[in-house]
RNA sequence: GUAGCCAUAGCUCAGUUGGUUAGAGCGUCUGAUUGUGGUUCAGAAGGUCGCCGGUUCGACCCCGGUUGGUUACCCCA
């Protein structure tokens, strides 16, 4: 018999990952909900034909295709044999494969609202948090299969959707304890800056580059934008551009002077205004306090399908990527039929967030706490007793379990802190005549006598 | 898709310029300890040194291949 092994780039989570993992989920949860989000689910498979051309050309390979069922039959091993030749010569066929697991939670959405637009009530607010599969090799951070966990309204132009996520941004990290920045930006700037260099053409291109400058530093940036066909005089207006720095007030009126004369311009820089001055007014109450909003015109976000605003989440005080991302994009479902319904989402990267709890260490004790109360196991007669009494804390929602054998206090003390279990009771041959229990509190080392009507009330407070 | 690094006990790792019997710490189990744990002490179990082949009198070590893991690039969360 082989070794039983994992699948490359996915991950087994153990019991106490999982309640950490589920922690930060529930606290992002319950925040969607506080805003009216509603949850959504899709499918692990979709058809293909949802998944194909979506993410670029690059994206489409790292799509995890399934291969159909019965291309063994005899009677398809002409056709299998023929579209496994047409794979080969880099085309898919359906003969072979039709479905594929979901890339990300996005384009799923956008297909359901496609599907349900009329009976949906607009503007929709849903929440998503879901795995997504990626055929890409896997590394530090990067896995195969992995979490997204997504907010996004549809059907609404307003830019206090904009301004209402900001404030799940900026609510969820609170609560978690991270210090964070949310950089903010607008593709409109960056439109209008590819128009600035007379070359609207030019825009993913000058995206992709920019995109790099906190990684590859001004030079390799302008090295990308030479081999990406820029020619000097444009490379010079966007190093000013990159140049611009101060407040976010400071950046924004330093950018009307390069881009603010463009139609396109003057309204990104006027969005991006409203979205800071809202933030602060709405959600903070203090116009003078400082912002987690921090304008950043390097921002770019990868995705093309991005219209608007942009975001992205960098925690403080640690090196990590971004823990978060989104933006507006303003036809997402005419990929599907469906044209002039706009959108805008955040994104939550679970899984560093996780890494950067674990590093800063604001993982709250409780978290690890599952089974609250353990009784020891002194005997028949004795674990009688005991296990009536669980049954009652279980009656009120206490969690409890019995030690599964007799055995020496040893072990039992063990188990016990093993699992983390915050009280030990006793319920030995001395405590049944008594009809009471010593109830031993593990962190503190102390314990007490109690009767057994008084059980709950000992191990109900900490 | 490209490139580097790694593979020895359940885990983390040592090791031998190629020589008979491969080690440590942690963990596990047993006992000191028949009703009070996390300490200590004594002991035990546990390895065809990833797999296949080659060189050699002799390979865990050298060489080739292979598989798995990992990291970086491309791209991305």
Redesign the pocket.
């Known amino acids: 018999m082989s070794k039983p ?5 996915t991950r087994d989570f153990g019991p106490e990952v999982v309640r950490k993992r589920q922690y930060i989920l529930n606290t992002i949860r319950s925040t969607f909900e506080l805003y009216g989000f509603q949850p959504l689910e899709t499918p692990a498979m979709e058809n293909l034909d949802t998944l194909m051309g979506k993410y ?1 050309e ?2 489409d390979k790292l799509i995890f295709k399934i291969l159909n069922n019965g291309l063994s039959d005899a009677k398809n091993s002409e056709k299998a044999k023929a579209a496994f030749e047409k794979v080969l010569s880099g085309k898919n066929d359906k003969d072979l494969t039709e479905r594929a697991l979901k890339y990300d939670l996005t384009i799923p959405f956008a297909r359901y609202v496609a599907m349900n637009h009329q009976t949906l009530t607009l503007p929709f607010k849903r929440y998503q948090i879901q795995p997504v599969w ?1 055929a ?9 299969e ?1 979490y ?1 966990c997504d907010a996004d309204v549809v059907g609404s132009n307003g830019l206090l959707n904009e301004v209402e996520l900001s404030a799940i941004y900026w609510q969820v990290f609170s609560k978690l304890g991270v210090n964070v920045e949310i950089k903010i930006n607008s593709r409109k700037i960056l439109a209008a800056l590819a128009e600035a260099c007379g070359g609207s053409d030019k825009m993913v291109d000058i995206t ?1 580059a920019i995109d790099k400058l906190d990684k590859i530093g001004l030079e390799k940036v302008k090295e990308e934008l030479q081999t990406r066909g820029l020619d000097e005089h444009q490379i010079a207006i966007i190093a000013q551009y990159l140049a611009i720095d101060g407040t976010n007030t400071e950046k924004l009126n330093k950018l009307k002077e390069l881009v603010g004369s463009l139609p396109t311009g003057a309204i990104g820089i006027e969005e991006l205004e409203f979205v800071i001055s809202q933030f602060a007014e709405l959600v903070q109450g203090d116009q003078t306090a400082p912002s987690p909003l921090v304008v950043d015109f390097t921002l770019a976000r ?2 093309n399908y991005y219209t608007g605003i942009i975001f992205e989440v960098k925690a403080l005080g640690v090196q990590m ?2 823990i978060g ?1 989104g933006g507006r994009y303003d036809d997402l479902t005419g990929l599907f039929g469906v044209p002039n319904i706009p959108g805008v989402g955040i ?1 939550f ?1 679970v ?2 967030i996780y890494d950067v709890l674990e590093e800063l260490q604001l993982f709250p004790q409780e978290v690890q706490t599952g089974t609250q109360v353990l009784f020891f196991n ?1 005997g028949t007669a004795e674990s009688k007793a005991a296990f009536s009494l669980m049954q009652q804390l279980r009656n009120n929602g206490i969690c409890c379990e019995l030690y599964h054998e007799q055995a ?3 072990k039992q ?2 188990y ?2 093993k699992k983390h279990i915050p009280f030990a009771v ?1 319920l ?4 049944l005549e008594n009809r009471t229990c ?1 109830v ?1 509190h ?2 503190k ?1 102390e ?1 007490q006598e109690v009767s057994w009507e008084s059980l709950q009330e000992a191990v109900s407070g900490l």
């Open positions: 092994s994992l699948p490359q780039g670029g690059e994206g990626r890409d090799r896997p590394q530090k951070g990067r896995y195969r992995f997204q992709v990868g995705l990527g971004s991302g994104s990267g899984d560093r002194l020496k206090f040893d003390f063990k016990a802190d006793i030995g041959t001395k405590e010593m031993k593990l962190g080392g314990q």
